[in-house]
């Protein structure tokens, strides 16, 4: 693979930008079908692009008592976190642009960085709803990640494999849903704890601490926060639907299944009210957690037997 | 026990100190006592259960006769208990306070303080409760001899006197909820110092929408004023305005025909249901349950047309005229109401399903914030709020106005008192409403809708009461004859509910704050038209503005008085 | 425990149209009795003033050239004017309503001021007032 090709399949098709294009249609299909079940008419399909250019047009306020390289250097971070994360895994139905034995675990570290940023984010610039905002954000990071993480790990063990492209391989000849039905559950809603959609919005609860970790955001910074977020969406989506939905190869494949995914999440966004934290910390250390390892268990046991 | 026995018996209770009694109306007693006697007046009130204190009301009675007076209305049931105190017109007059034997006496005597300079001997604090910290000092606006050009803002003093907040030690700090916060719908700012997530004080100031529709009051004709009390709240707007008329026409000795009553009570009910359906809504919101947000005021819009439908607005109906109303109930509108009460019904008996069976809503609001009956009764609760607690205080069924002696309502209580309680009982009350209001439109009396009233309204005192979807709403005008109020004081139901909030935020999570500010279903607007000011706020925003005033109620104060009260 | 009580709205609404109004795509007219822009009839009118009388705004203001031949010139300050409907009310001749065919009046120019009556008695009033020697009566 030569140099060109390389940097065009990171920077412009299929990550890079191509990948930021179909993140934001993602955003808009979420925000559009969350208006439909509720009644209301919801946004154009260019309404994620128009919010992200008159970011990108406004002043950024820096409050005085962050720290400079922090602030501006997070959001950086946060979003080549995310775009980095992407390199790894079957964007757009297509192989993925690299690969090598145990990037499972780098990619789902790489997502973490961007949830790790906004936490940092917030503590940074202390005002009163970020600090709580970014508390919140680490706790709830506390409490997902490890069932969130297991979940994944079980079509690995299945696939026998920690590389992203073999498991997808794997389970495009098994669907792994009906085999580990559990663990696509905690998977989906490990996935909503990830991009803190609703019921687990309580580190940006708007009703309490006007916007969370980011409150303090404004301009630039902010924009390439929302484009970090909407680059975890297709991601994550990504992940579940080829580790559960019978592997990604090609693009209308890649389109079904993961608005398929999509569209489930966003009835269960419509359906729930927004927990307290400790509300969800509660949930996934007791159910989601022994849940999940419940399900690994089995699948070794099951493993163990057929083999 | 009847009006009269309920009179008599306070007469009794006040023999000893009472030094002159009359009856204005066949409802009220009059009692005049003199200052050092109140205490244990109260005191005497008080222990016997006769009643609640509904509201104190100051009056200026002019510099010619060179008196003060101040009124407290203590309420059992139909019969009002007025003690009046008159004590010269001076900076020094003193009231002793009342606030250790009735808790919710504070608000209602910093209000005295501010608006007439009555000094209150003993309060734990005379500070400002609605006017801004840079209001001069001993200007007081409720004076009828105060002008505009007293009130210069004090140099070198800032209008909002923050205490400095931030970053308290440790995990504690303040988090500042309002002016501008997304869970407030008006302005309003509370102030809660939690030590990670846990809340471990809470104070709170109002004044931020106060317009000085008192005072504004006195400069209008009474037809005008009609339209001013209206619009002193959006989702309450005609429950003020009937209650301004019924107590003129009252002065005016008038009898108002029952087809105007009956179209009055249906206006009434259909307001409920407005703003029960608005309330859903916004709880809902600040749990987090956007869908029961959007959904409840959808529906919210199909009362809003029926009312555009009957009364020619959305909002602020303007359906009262002084002596009856302006709108009458024809076959098409009875139709299109009970059509969409039809609609609303189901509606509502759906989200009284959701929000008794939703588990994660149920997360947010079963045995959050729960005051018990004794509390209720202690913090002088009003409305939904109390209804919820076991408390019945619903003028509708304890005074009936109006056309609810011919078309009752039942109320409707729970037992438990917390935040899934007043969901209940604000959710069955607009299912009783509709019954009632089908009720009412079948049974519509035939008659004329006005009857005349003279221009000059003569002379007197009158106390009207009634229930808006809050709680009971006070008013009381008095009028010296002329074609201008001389004095129209107007006691809001949300006051007396603020202090569950503060009450109960201490020991919860900060997520729980928003709900229970929006349990007790505030109402800044009704809550901030006390004093009427002209003042210039920061942009130099002058006329009959708004007036960036304040006080703060500390929340340390106030449970130092509920727990001396206890210890007593 | 019951999780997901909203589900058959959710699912309802997704196969419905959406109830909100495109606004000002779509257009939908207000009921009769909505109070809308003031409409002014001098022909029925006697000048008796009591609509200025009890505006809780000042909103109108009644200009009389002249009593016996009907000549009348009603100020409307459009930005005071609360549509409360008390001058509807207080006139004993119905010349004075509010109708519901105008009640778009976001402005973006401080032209308030809407004279209404004759348009021979409208322009002797504008001209009157532009010298100041001669002043009609007004109330």
């Keep these: 693979m030569n140099i060109l090709?390389?940097?065009?399949?990171?920077?412009?098709?299929?990550?890079?930008?191509?990948?930021?294009?179909?993140?934001?249609?993602?955003?808009?299909?979420?925000?559009?079908?969350?208006?439909?079940?509720?009644?209301?008419?919801?946004?154009?399909?260019?309404?994620?692009?128009?919010?992200?250019?008159?970011?990108?047009?406004?002043?950024?306020?820096?409050?005085?008592?962050?720290?400079?390289?922090?602030?501006?250097?997070?959001p950086i971070v946060a979003i080549s976190g995310a775009l980095t994360a992407a390199l790894y895994v079957p964007l757009i139905g297509m192989a993925p642009v690299h690969s090598f034995p145990g990037d499972l675990i780098v990619t789902i570290y790489l997502l973490s960085l961007l949830t790790m940023c906004t936490g940092l984010a917030g503590w940074n610039t202390s005002s009163r709803f970020s600090l709580i905002g970014a508390t919140r954000t680490l706790t709830q990071l506390f409490a997902y990640e490890a069932p969130f993480l297991l979940a994944?790990?079980?079509?690995?063990?299945?696939?026998?494999?920690?590389?992203?492209?073999?498991?997808?391989?794997?389970?495009?000849?098994?669907?792994?849903?009906?085999?580990?039905?559990?663990?696509?559950?905690?998977?989906?809603?490990?996935?909503?704890?990830?991009?803190?959609?609703?019921?687990?919005?309580?580190?940006?609860?708007?009703?309490?601490?006007?916007a969370g970790a980011l409150t303090e955001y404004s301009g630039r910074g902010l924009a390439m926060f929302k484009i970090g977020k909407s680059i975890e969406l297709i991601v994550g989506i990504t992940l579940v639907s080829a580790f559960y939905l019978g592997g990604l190869h090609g693009v209308l494949p890649f389109l079904a299944k993961t608005l398929a995914v999509l569209f489930l999440m966003t009835i269960l966004q419509t359906l729930l009210t927004r927990l307290r934290i400790d509300q969800t910390v509660g949930l996934w250390w007791r159910f989601g957690a022994i849940l999940v390892l419940a399900q690994i268990l089995f699948t070794i046991l099951l493993k163990g037997y057929l083999l | 026990m009847n009006i009269e026995q309920s009179?008599?018996?306070?007469?009794?209770?006040?023999?000893?100190?009472?030094?002159?009694?009359?009856?204005?109306?066949?409802?009220?007693?009059?009692?005049s006592i003199a200052a050092d006697d109140l205490r244990p007046a109260v005191t005497?009130?008080?222990?016997?259960?006769?009643?609640?204190?509904?509201?104190?009301?100051?009056?200026?009675?002019?510099?010619?006769?060179?008196?003060?007076?101040?009124?407290?209305?203590?309420?059992?049931?139909?019969?009002?208990?007025?003690?009046?105190?008159?004590?010269?017109?001076?900076?020094?007059?003193?009231?002793?306070?009342?606030?250790?034997?009735?808790?919710?006496?504070?608000?209602?005597?910093?209000?005295?303080?501010?608006?007439?300079?009555?000094?209150?001997?003993?309060?734990?604090?005379?500070?400002?409760?609605?006017?801004?910290?840079?209001?001069?000092?001993?200007?007081?606006?409720?004076?009828?001899?105060?002008?505009?050009?007293?009130?210069?803002?004090?140099?070198?003093?800032?209008?909002?006197?923050?205490?400095?907040?931030?970053?308290?030690?440790?995990?504690?700090?303040?988090?500042?909820?309002?002016?501008?916060?997304?869970?407030?719908?008006?302005?309003?700012?509370?102030?809660?110092?939690?030590d990670g997530e846990i809340v471990t004080a809470a104070r709170m100031r109002l004044g931020y929408a106060h317009r000085g529709i008192e005072k504004a009051a006195e400069s209008?004709?009474?037809?005008?004023?009609?339209?001013?009390?209206?619009?002193?709240?959006?989702?309450?707007?005609?429950?003020?305005?009937?209650?301004?008329?019924?107590?003129?026409?009252?002065?005016?000795?008038?009898?108002?025909?029952?087809?105007?009553?009956?179209?009055?009570?249906?206006?009434?009910?259909?307001?409920?249901?407005?703003?029960?359906?608005?309330?859903?809504?916004?709880?809902?919101?600040?749990?987090?349950?956007?869908?029961?947000?959007?959904?409840?005021?959808?529906?919210?819009?199909?009362?809003?047309?029926?009312?555009?439908?009957?009364?020619?607005?959305?909002?602020?109906?303007?359906?009262?005229?002084?002596?009856?109303?302006?709108?009458?109930?024809?076959?098409?509108?009875?139709?299109?109401?009970?059509?969409?009460?039809?609609?609303?019904?189901?509606?509502?008996?759906?989200?009284?399903?959701?929000?008794?069976?939703?588990?994660?809503?149920?997360?947010r609001t079963r045995g959050i914030g729960t005051i018990s009956y004794d509390e209720a009764e202690e913090f002088g609760l009003l409305g939904p709020t109390a209804r919820a607690s076991g408390l019945v205080r619903d003028i509708r069924v304890e005074a009936p106005y109006g056309a609810y002696g011919r078309f009752p309502v039942s109320s409707v209580t729970e037992t438990n008192g917390d935040l899934e309680a007043r969901c209940v009982v604000r959710l069955k009350e607009l299912l009783v409403s509709c019954f009632t209001m089908r009720t009412i439109i079948d049974n519509l009396p035939e008659g004329p809708l006005t009857v005349r009233m003279p221009r000059k309204i003569p002379a007197g005192e009158t106390i009207s009461r009634v229930e808006a979807p809050r709680g009971e709403l006070f008013y009381y005008i008095k009028s010296n004859g002329g074609e201008n109020p001389a004095r129209v004081h107007i006691r809001t139901p949300s006051l007396c509910n603020w202090v569950s909030v503060l009450e109960k935020a201490v020991g919860r999570q900060l997520a729980d704050v928003p709900m229970l500010i929006a349990g007790m279903d505030p109402c800044f607007?009704?809550?901030?038209?006390?004093?009427?000011?002209?003042?210039?706020?920061?942009?130099?925003?002058?006329?009959?503005?708004?007036?960036?005033?304040?006080?703060?109620?500390?929340?340390?104060?106030?449970?130092?008085?509920?727990i001396e009260y206890y210890n007593r | 425990m019951r999780i997901g009580t909203m589900f058959k709205d959710i699912l309802k609404s997704f196969f419905t149209k959406h109830s909100t109004q495109l606004y000002p795509i779509e257009r939908i007219a207000p009921p009769e009795r909505y109070r809308g822009i003031l409409?002014?009839?001098?022909?029925?009118?006697?000048?008796?003033?009591?609509?200025?009388?009890?505006?809780?705004?000042?909103?109108?203001?009644?200009?009389?050239?002249?009593?016996?031949?009907?000549?009348?010139?009603?100020?409307?300050?459009?930005?005071?004017?609360?549509?409360?409907?008390?001058?509807?009310?207080?006139?004993?001749?119905?010349?004075?309503?509010?109708?519901?065919?105008?009640?778009?009046?976001?402005?973006?120019?401080?032209?308030?001021?809407?004279?209404?009556?004759?348009?021979?008695?409208?322009?002797?009033?504008?001209?009157?007032?532009?010298?100041?020697?001669?002043?009609?009566?007004?109330?």
């Design chain 1, 5 to 74: 090709t390389s940097l065009i399949s990171s920077l412009i098709f299929p990550a890079g930008l191509t990948l930021i294009v179909v993140g934001m249609l993602y955003e808009w299909v979420d925000r559009k079908l969350v208006a439909r079940f509720q009644n209301r008419v919801g946004p154009r399909w260019f309404q994620p692009f128009a919010d992200v250019v008159k970011l990108f047009a406004k002043e950024q306020i820096t409050p005085g008592i962050v720290n400079p390289i922090l602030f501006f250097g997070l």
């Design chain 1, 152 to 210: 994944l790990l079980g079509p690995a063990l299945a696939a026998g494999s920690w590389q992203i492209g073999m498991i997808n391989a794997f389970a495009s000849d098994h669907l792994i849903a009906l085999s580990q039905p559990v663990g696509f559950i905690v998977a989906l809603i490990g996935l909503m704890g990830k991009l803190e959609l609703p019921p687990f919005d309580a580190p940006e609860a708007e009703t309490e601490i006007v």
């Design chain 2, 7 to 31: 009179l008599q018996k306070a007469e009794q209770l006040l023999a000893s100190w009472n030094k002159e009694a009359t009856h204005p109306e066949t409802n009220r007693l009059d009692a």
């Design chain 2, 44 to 194: 005497a009130l008080h222990d016997a259960h006769w009643g609640y204190l509904s509201a104190i009301t100051g009056l200026d009675l002019g510099p010619d006769s060179g008196q003060m007076e101040a009124l407290y209305h203590f309420c059992c049931g139909a019969a009002i208990t007025t003690l009046r105190i008159r004590l010269p017109r001076t900076n020094d007059a003193t009231l002793p306070t009342i606030e250790d034997i009735i808790p919710p006496a504070t608000f209602f005597e910093r209000e005295l303080h501010e608006m007439l300079g009555f000094k209150i001997a003993g309060a734990k604090s005379n500070e400002r409760l609605f006017i801004s910290d840079d209001w001069p000092e001993d200007v007081y606006p409720l004076r009828s001899d105060f002008s505009i050009e007293q009130a210069k803002p004090v140099e070198g003093r800032h209008a909002d006197e923050l205490p400095d907040q931030g970053v308290v030690g440790g995990n504690t700090f303040v988090i500042p909820i309002g002016p501008q916060h997304p869970a407030l719908k008006e302005p309003g700012h509370f102030e809660f110092t939690v």
């Design chain 2, 220 to 363: 209008r004709n009474w037809i005008q004023n009609l339209y001013l009390f209206e619009r002193i709240c959006g989702i309450c707007s005609h429950t003020h305005a009937m209650a301004y008329s019924m107590g003129v026409e009252k002065l005016a000795q008038v009898e108002v025909p029952a087809r105007a009553q009956a179209i009055r009570e249906l206006v009434a009910g259909l307001e409920r249901v407005h703003s029960h359906l608005l309330w859903l809504g916004v709880a809902a919101h600040e749990a987090g349950f956007d869908t029961l947000f959007m959904y409840s005021w959808r529906d919210r819009e199909t009362v809003m047309n029926l009312l555009e439908q009957l009364t020619g607005n959305r909002v602020n109906y303007s359906a009262n005229v002084l002596g009856g109303v302006k709108c009458d109930v024809g076959l098409e509108q009875a139709n299109a109401i009970k059509d969409g009460l039809n609609y609303l019904e189901t509606r509502i008996r759906h989200y009284l399903e959701v929000v008794t069976t939703d588990t994660m809503f149920l997360n």
């Design chain 2, 525 to 562: 607007s009704c809550n901030d038209r006390l004093v009427t000011t002209v003042s210039h706020t920061r942009s130099g925003h002058t006329g009959d503005g708004k007036s960036g005033e304040r006080k703060t109620w500390t929340w340390k104060e106030l449970r130092e008085h509920g």
């Design chain 3, 39 to 139: 409409s002014y009839n001098p022909s029925v009118c006697t000048g008796c003033s009591l609509c200025v009388k009890d505006c809780p705004s000042n909103a109108i203001e009644l200009v009389i050239l002249d009593r016996a031949a009907k000549q009348y010139v009603l100020k409307y300050h459009m930005d005071r004017c609360v549509y409360c409907g008390q001058c509807v009310v207080n006139c004993k001749f119905k010349c004075i309503g509010l109708s519901n065919q105008d009640w778009e009046h976001a402005a973006l120019d401080k032209n308030f001021m809407v004279y209404y009556g004759r348009d021979q008695d409208i322009a002797k009033f504008l001209e009157s007032i532009a010298r100041p020697a001669v002043e009609p009566t007004s109330s």
